[in-house]
């Protein structure tokens, strides 16, 4: 999982680490507490989100290792979107945990850096980490309520206001049919 410059978030600056205090010091370990402010939600992203302004707080432990700078802890964040179904408000708080070892360019052979996290120089990247994070730990399909009727699939009326909701289908097919059986009207065959 190396981290990819194209798809930086502005979220990504804040969540640079320095760990040049820990490099080459196996077994020191620093304790890292941040509050963030959410930047604006990714277009065509996730159903659910972190609204604009909403904070999320990143409670990390670094910890340097033979192999590079191992990183555990967590991300809380209040997500907010929409019903699949009726498109009503949803929301969602999550907590997932971080855990991740950040490596050594050196001790990465070339064929593994693909799947491999590196350090970025002398820092630690949690921008990923974290969107990472807080993609999995959201509903992939959220719903206000498990039996949410949702919305009519042909005209959008909101199923909820009233279940007896329906129309009337023809198949196009038998169209043609559709005034066999009404009342003949005056002057037509008797």
């Known amino acids: 999982m190396s981290s990819d410059p194209a798809s930086a978030s502005p979220l990504d600056k804040d969540l640079l680490f320095d760990a040049v205090d820990l490099v080459g010091n196996v077994g020191s370990h620093r304790r890292v507490e941040r509050t963030l402010t959410a930047p604006a939600r990714e277009i065509g992203g996730l159903a659910m989100q972190v609204p604009v302004g909403e904070e999320l707080a990143v409670e990390i432990e ?11 802890g967590t991300v809380t964040a209040h997500l907010e979107g929409e019903c ?10 999550v907590a997932p945990r971080l855990d991740e070892l950040y490596m050594f360019s050196e001790k ?3 064929d593994e850096r693909e799947d ?5 120089g002398d820092d630690v990247d949690l921008g990923p980490l974290v969107r990472d994070a807080l993609a999995m730990a959201a509903v992939e399909r959220p719903l206000c309520r498990e039996d ?11 199923m909820e206001d009233d279940p007896e909701h329906h129309h009337d289908v023809i198949d196009d097919r038998f169209a043609a049919l559709q005034g066999l ?7 037509e065959g008797r």
């Open 108 to 110: 990465v052979k070339a």
């Open 181 to 187: 059986f009404d009342a003949p009207t005056e002057g």
């Open 84 to 93: 699949s179904r009726c498109l009503d408000p949803v929301e969602q708080d």
């Open 116 to 120: 491999t996290t590196m350090l970025t």
């Open 148 to 158: 949410c009727p949702g919305l009519c699939g042909q005209c959008g009326f909101r």
């Open 62 to 72: 670094l910890e340097s290792v033979v192999e590079g700078v191992y990183v555990h």
